[in-house]
């Protein structure tokens, strides 16, 4: 039974903290890609974070230096740490794990809204 639930979002106002959690089931995650991707309002999807292993990342450039994403194999799970959140930073945000050539899977998505 695979499954991918994410946790974590809400309203917070610009410059506060948030961490996103994802836990993965029936995957093989300790060989996978993990990452998030949100959307905003009347925008496409788009790439926010991707990590392999805890040592490799890579970030979209408008979270850069701001957002940091980390696994724990052991635990199949990954987070998105998020700071100094802006409102451009709204949107639903979704946890993918896949594997070239193999399965991609896609979490329900958790709302984070960013307001004053």
């Known amino acids: 039974q695979v499954q991918l639930v994410e946790s974590g979002g809400g309203l917070v106002q610009p410059g506060d903290s948030l961490q996103l959690s994802c836990t993965a089931s029936g995957i093989p995650f300790a060989s996978s890609t993990a990452r998030w991707y949100r959307r905003a309002p009347g925008s496409q999807r788009e790439l926010v974070a991707s990590?392999?292993?805890?040592?490799?990342?890579i970030y979209g450039n408008s979270v850069k230096g701001r957002f940091t994403i980390s696994r724990d194999n052991d635990r199949k799970m990954v987070y998105l740490r998020m700071t100094n959140l802006r409102p451009e930073d709204t949107g639903v945000y979704y946890c993918?794990?896949?594997?070239?050539?193999?399965?991609?899977?896609w979490g329900q998505g958790t709302q984070v809204t960013v307001s004053s």
């Open positions: 990590i392999v292993d805890p040592d490799r990342a």
């Open positions: 993918n794990v896949f594997q070239v050539g193999g399965f991609d899977y």
